[in-house]
Each structure stands twice: as C-alpha cells, then as structure tokens.
C-alpha cells in the first residue's frame, strides 16, 4: 500500500465530503481480499474511488480484478483519474449506472461484495448479487452502526437467511460481514 500512500492521504482530506471510508475499513477489506485470495470483486458506490483503491491494491496481490459501481457520472471519472494515476486502472471495471440495474449484468462469480452505495438499498443489491456469489463468499456492508436505521430489511435479511452468518464488527461507521454457506 505504500506506493499508493500519498494519493490515499490527499483523498483522505476529502472524506466526508465524498462519504469515504476509514483507512482502517480500507485496510480491513484489503486483509479479507488477500486472506480468501479473491479473483472477483463487486464494490457498489465507488465515489472518488478511494475504497476501489484499497480493493484494486489487494487484488493486484491475488491477480483478481474489480468491477465498481457508481451512479455519478462525475464521480466515476474521479475514480478513472485516481485508479489511473496510481497505476490500477487495469485491475478495475467502473461502470457507471444504478446498481440496481448494473448489478444484474454482472457475469462474474464474485469472492466478496462491498456495499457502500444507498443504506435502503443494501438489500435489493444483495439480492441481485446473491446468485453470483460464491460459496464461502464474502459480503461486507459499510455504514451499519451509523445508518442502521436505512437498511431494517437488510439488517433483517443477512442475519435470519440460512445460507449467511453474518457478525456487526464495530470497526469506524460499522460493518457487518457476512459469509454465504453452502446450504
């Protein structure tokens, strides 16, 4: 991550404004990605791109690769600029669109989920997703402690389906991790 530090550190000014995530949470999905040595990723909510960096870094470790969602048509040429200057543009696919309506064009068999897009939505994007996640497969939702009161119906999916075990890790905003079984 130290090739990346100084673009990370300049993004890290603007956090709140473009809604990014902790370094620490950046971290964290980075050791998740090189632990199940991840090939696919699906990110929902790319921003400026800052998480998609910490992603992308990982998946260059495992030779996988990032497909990045994002509705703002602004946004997403930011994360372009900042994928590219930091060398990762190839890693990542950002596609611009609702995620409702991209997700499903996904082809990929995905090894984790980042949900950090609309908290309401969170399901919904589950849902479409579900399919193609493997088994043993990751979903990491961001923002569940700060935004718990967004996303009732995902809360309530992710911990009553028999195919997730899902845990509330108080790291930054709040995560809640999931793991999708075989069953």
Request: hydrophobic share 40%.
């Amino acid at each position: 991550m130290e090739q990346y530090e100084s673009v990370l550190k300049r993004l890290e000014r603007t956090a709140k404004e473009y809604t990014n995530i902790a370094p620490e949470n950046g971290q964290f999905l980075s050791i998740l990605i090189c632990s199940i040595h991840a090939q696919n990723v699906l990110e929902v909510g790319t921003s400026n791109g800052y998480s998609a960096i910490y992603l992308a870094a990982a998946l260059k470790e495992t030779g996988g690769k990032l497909i990045t969602l994002e509705f703002d048509p602004m946004r997403a040429a930011e994360a372009e600029a900042h994928l590219q200057e930091v060398g990762l543009d190839n890693i990542v696919d950002v596609r611009i669109g609702n995620a409702i309506d991209e997700i499903p064009k996904c082809e990929a068999t995905f090894d984790l989920v980042f949900l950090d897009g609309e908290k309401s939505e969170y399901r919904r994007y589950l849902e479409l997703a579900f399919p193609n996640i493997r088994t043993g497969g990751l979903i990491v939702a961001d923002d569940t402690v700060t935004m718990r009161d967004e996303m009732p119906d995902y809360i309530e999916f992710v911990f009553n389906t028999p195919q997730l075990h899902s845990v509330d890790i108080p790291l930054d905003d709040g995560i809640i991790l999931s793991y999708k079984t075989g069953m």
